[in-house]
């Protein structure tokens, strides 16, 4: 019986990482859509949405006849309650992901223009965050955790610097506006990708600040 | 020419409180849709979803036009580019209380349990953060776009609450696990929901210091 359970743990903790894989890859794909302007990389991003969705209603179902069924202790209940959290932080990332594509979409009809901002450089922090985030959770490494919330507050940095210089462009080569607009709001995107990764590391910290205790003292 | 310029910005902002109106009530309808246990609630929800995302294409659009054929100043700038990042923070509003919506209908199969969270309190302490944010641009009144910051750790903190005291329940009444876990994550979602209405109240006070530094002395 509880064999049983802990192998459906990892079963859990198995899809949970292939969602996180489906997560970090439509970012890193909608980022390469728009720095290669590639229009089957928009539509490969977009395509990806509904498998993600799929995934993420599989994850739930199945951490739900856990909880159910198998009435865990402290920890793996824990455990449990922290995968439906990531599972719904991964699937927002998704949606910016698809967000991303579509403004890389709009930007492909547009003339080329340099602006003032590393997107690629953004997205390779934001995606990395996420890939961090759940080796933390593999791991149970709260350390690793801290690290991302470090990460954060560089791409907060990013964000705000690109916001500043792209407003400059609007205001001073109106005739790129609507490029400046859509490079914007990726990069504002992409600081929201840091905040789920930013998520995941707190549910990390506070999943295995619970195994800590339990494993300092006996529990109350 | 810049009279009309002034008239589009007002319209801009009139559209921008019509989609504020639907999400704040979006949410409160969700809310009312968990206490009372009201299918058509739940499917009213839903269907408002297509009618706000419609809404945010519009206010994209015409923002969009106003920067490319208009060329603003300054704070003109700076209000526009709210407008699009207050508008992207209410759409997002509306996929969240969807998202309450749909765990309302799921709640509404399984037998009524009193559960330790007070959902409508936070569902209006949520949507009340909403109203004063757009009060706050409305108004430019950067104290008011103060106190929403404020509000938002009362949320944060009753999510926190919710949380610890909703793990209890599943761990102590496991027969109560979907009802418990329905009301964490649609607490969950109202968190997001201040977190919103926090990214709405600062782009204020990012538009009104502009205007501010505008008024008190002359731009560098």
Redesign the interface.
Known sequence: MRKRFHQSLDELKEKLLVMAGFAEQAIQRSIEAYRTRDPELVELVRRSEPAINRLEREIDSTA?DL??ME?P??VD??FI?SV??IN?DLERVGDLAVNIALRAGETNDLQPVDLPVDIPRMGTLAAAMIRKALEAFIDGDAQLAENVLALDDEVDTLNSAAFHAL?NV??NQ?QY??QA?HA??IA?NLERVGDHATNIAEDVIFWVKGRDIRHAAPAA
């Open positions: 739900l909880l159910a009435q202790m402290a209940l824990r309650l439906i959290r719904g407003s609007i205001r109106p506006t609507s607009l914007m709001l504002r």
